[in-house]
């Protein structure tokens, strides 16, 4: 089944049935919600035979200045390559109120906050972590690929003790040229350092996802969905 979402327009694949699990994944910069669509039939054998609704949120479109203002789906805007270095704030602000109406709409459904999951890449990523750390509701776990820790200096104020204990799953490519490894063991360590549970994976990509990658990310994901 694929539907369009009133708030925030949507691609949404069901693999079954009353299902009773959301993985809610957020795509990169320049994308839209289409761009993962292909992952749910790999990930549909890691899911225990649960029936599992899968949402891929098409991000707003925006003047992205890095990309010499082009109008583009964005989750926020960039200003520089060094993209800890400013961040905008009511861009991802408003990115986060749209994804947390999303989870909201998934409670309405029936769906219990601990069997949500949110997963993105690059930018989708980013926001993963930005919005699952805040969320009031405790959540299943978060998927952060190729991304970095938004609010670094933050977050830690800013974080929402439901979600204290929220497995994280994270990995980045070893020859990224968007994101620089470094940047992202950087918000690792941040993370390790406020007693986050971090499962760290790295692979000898650039700015993209592998085949391993899926398996791990599918492992992970066959305990979180018990």
């Not at 800013?158 to 918000?187: C, Q, W």
């Not at 986050?196 to 791990?216: F, G, K, L």
Request: proline share 5%; hydrophobic share 45%.
């Amino acid at each position: 089944m694929v539907t369009e979402l009133a708030d925030l327009p949507a691609i949404e694949i069901e693999t079954g049935l009353n299902p009773g699990y959301t993985v809610i994944w957020l795509h990169g910069l320049g994308a839209d919600g289409n761009d993962f669509v292909p992952i749910v039939n790999e990930l549909e054998p890691f899911c225990n035979h649960k029936p599992v609704r899968f949402i891929f949120p098409h991000a707003p479109e925006r003047s992205v200045t890095i990309n010499n203002g082009y109008i583009m789906r964005a989750w926020y805007d960039i200003l520089y390559p060094d993209m800890d270095s400013y961040q905008d704030q009511a861009g991802i602000g408003s990115s986060q109120q749209a994804i947390d109406n999303l989870i909201a709409r998934e409670l309405r459904r029936g769906v219990a906050p601990k069997h949500i999951v949110l997963a993105g890449f690059s930018q989708g990523g980013a926001m993963a972590l930005h919005v699952g750390l805040r969320q009031s509701n405790q959540l299943a776990g978060i998927v952060a690929l190729s991304c970095y820790l938004l609010g670094a200096e933050s977050f830690v104020s800013e974080a929402s003790v439901t979600n204290a204990k929220i497995p994280i799953f994270m990995a980045h490519g070893t020859y990224d040229a968007v994101i620089p490894l470094r940047l992202a063991t950087e918000s690792r360590n941040k993370l390790l350092a406020a007693h986050y549970t971090v499962s760290w994976h790295e692979y000898a990509m650039a700015h993209s996802v592998c085949s391993q990658e899926v398996v791990d990310i599918g492992n992970w994901l066959r305990q979180i969905i018990d």
